[in-house]
C-alpha cells in the first residue's frame, strides 16, 4: 500500500491532539493531500482547522487507513463510528496506550487488519521511535504502510510480540521523562556546585542533547563513547565511580525504575 493508495481510499485520523496533530503534519509534509485525510476531534485547534483537512465530517465507507490516537479513557466513546469499517480491507492503526489488539478486535470485528503502535514523544519534533506489532490479518504490505505513516515522526522497528509492548513503554515511552529528570537532577547539582540556575540548568540541557545525538552519529557503542571520554584517575572517572555503582548506583536504579514502568503497563492493561 503506497501513499498514493492511502491518498485514494482516505485516511481517518481519530483524535488530533499533541501526537496525531505531529504525524499529521509530517504526512502533510511528504505531500499527502489534505483533502485525503478525515479528522474527527472534538476540540479542533486553529492549526488543525487550517490545514484543509476534512474535519468532523462523514467518514469514507472503506479508508485504507484508520489511525486511532485517542486517548484510553476515550475509547469507548471514540470507537462506536469505526464500526461500518470493521472485518474489511480497512487498515486500523493505533498509537492509544494500554490498549490491546484483542480488544480492538472484539470492538471491531476478529477479521480486522490491526497494527498496535507505541510512539513516544520526541515525534513532536520528528525524532522520535515507534514500535509496531499486528494481528494475524495485518499482512507484510499493511506493516509497510503502517512504517510509511510513522516514519513521518521518526524512526520505526517492528517487534516479534505483542508481549513485547509493555517493554517497550517501559523504555522507549517512558523514557523521555526518566532523561528529562536527569536534565533536572544534573541542573540541581551543578547549582549545589556554586553554578547560578540558569547556566548550570543551559549546561546540563546541552550536555545531555549532545550525548544524545553523538551517540545517534558516531557509530561507536555507548560503552565505548564513555570509555572514549574517561581519563583513568580523572574527574570523569571520579564520578562514574558513584553512578556506575553495582549496588547503589544507575544500573540498579534504571532497572527498578523500567521494571516498575512495565510493571504499571501491564496493571493498566488489566483495569
Known sequence: MTMDDIAARGLVLLGCGKMGSAMLMGWLAGGLPPGSVYVRDPAPSDWLRGTGVHLNTDLPVEPAIVLIAVKPQMMAEALPVLLPMGNGETLFLSVAAGTSIATYERVLGAESPIIRAMPNTPAAIGRGITAIIGNAHASADHLDAAETLLSAVGQV??????SQMDAVTG?????P???FHMIECLAQAG???GLSSDLALELARTTVAGAGALAMDSGESPEQLRVNVTSPNGTTQAGLDILMDEATGLPPLIERTVAAAVNRSRELANE
Do not use: N, T
Open 157 to 162: 522497528v517492528r517487534l516479534e510480540s505483542e
Open 171 to 175: 523504555v522507549s515511552g517512558s523514557g
Open 177 to 179: 521523562a526518566y532523561v
Open 191 to 193: 547549582e549545589a556546585q
